[in-house]
T-cell receptor, first 114, second 110 residues
Framework: DAGVIQSPRHEVTEMGQEVTLRCKPI?????LFWYRQTMMRGLELLIYFNNNVPIDDSGMPEDRFSAKMPNASFSTLKIQPSEPRDSAVYFCASSLQGTNTEAFFGQGTRLTVV | QQQVKQSPQSLIVQKGGISIINCAYE??????FPWYQQFPGKGPALLIAIRPDVSEKKEGRFTISFNKSAKQFSLHIMDSQPGDSATYFC?????????FGTGTRLKVLA
């Protein structure tokens, strides 16, 4: 398996634009996580899906952020409108069964909002 | 209740020395305590993990010590090598939660 695949690897956008980050989890995994990593705040859990259903989105910073998982092999994280303070590395991770097991991370998307 | 506190923020160790990173949690519902290693430009990868029914787990040069009553756990890296230079994250997980510490930047001097 190729692991968790995220795209794009790098994204530079202007403030106010819509940004969509994409994730393909490992085949057969039923849990998916979106994290945001910054120097100041470390790895923050944004949202957790189990069997394609959003279970906990309490980490989503505000209404500008939304995430979907239309099927078991694809998820998106959308920011609309984007702001400079959204600049960070966004990671997607998947696990075989819930939260009490290993999470496999993608390579991340480095987002820069200018 | 959902935080995981990690220390130190950064650590410099001589080659061959012991690196120790500490974490503390508050939520007693957490039931899986992994450590992840992250190299620049890469996503975190699982290094070693422990469940609360044991007090210690060793894999090669890496050992987790777990103190359930104190709600603390630590990572010990024996015989630290320059290749161990990375950022290390502890995590605590439970139902619907997978919470990471803030990370420790380890530099092992040759």
């Amino acid at each position: 398996d190729a692991g968790v695949i995220q795209s794009p690897r790098h994204e530079v956008t202007e403030m106010g634009q819509e940004v969509t980050l994409r994730c393909k989890p490992i085949s057969g995994h039923n849990s998916l996580f979106w994290y945001r990593q910054t120097m100041m705040r470390g790895l923050e859990l944004l949202i957790y899906f189990n069997n394609n259903v959003p279970i906990d989105d309490s980490g989503m910073p505000e209404d500008r952020f939304s995430a979907k998982m239309p099927n078991a092999s694809f998820s998106t994280l959308k920011i609309q409108p984007s702001e400079p303070r959204d600049s960070a590395v966004y990671f997607c991770a998947s696990s075989l069964q819930g939260t009490n097991t290993e999470a496999f991370f993608g390579q991340g998307t480095r987002l820069t909002v200018v | 209740q959902q935080q995981v506190k990690q220390s130190p923020q950064s650590l410099i160790v001589q080659k061959g020395g012991i690196s120790i990173i500490n974490c503390a949690y508050e939520n007693t519902a957490f039931d899986y305590f992994p450590w992840y290693q992250q190299f620049p430009g890469k996503g975190p990868a699982l290094l070693i993990a422990i469940r609360p029914d044991v007090s210690e787990k060793k894999e090669g040069r890496f050992t987790i010590s777990f103190n359930k009553s104190a709600k603390q756990f630590s990572l010990h890296i024996m015989d630290s090598q320059p290749g161990d230079s990375a950022t290390y994250f502890c995590a605590a997980t439970g139902t619907y939660k997978y919470i990471f510490g803030t990370g420790t930047r380890l530099k092992v001097l040759a």
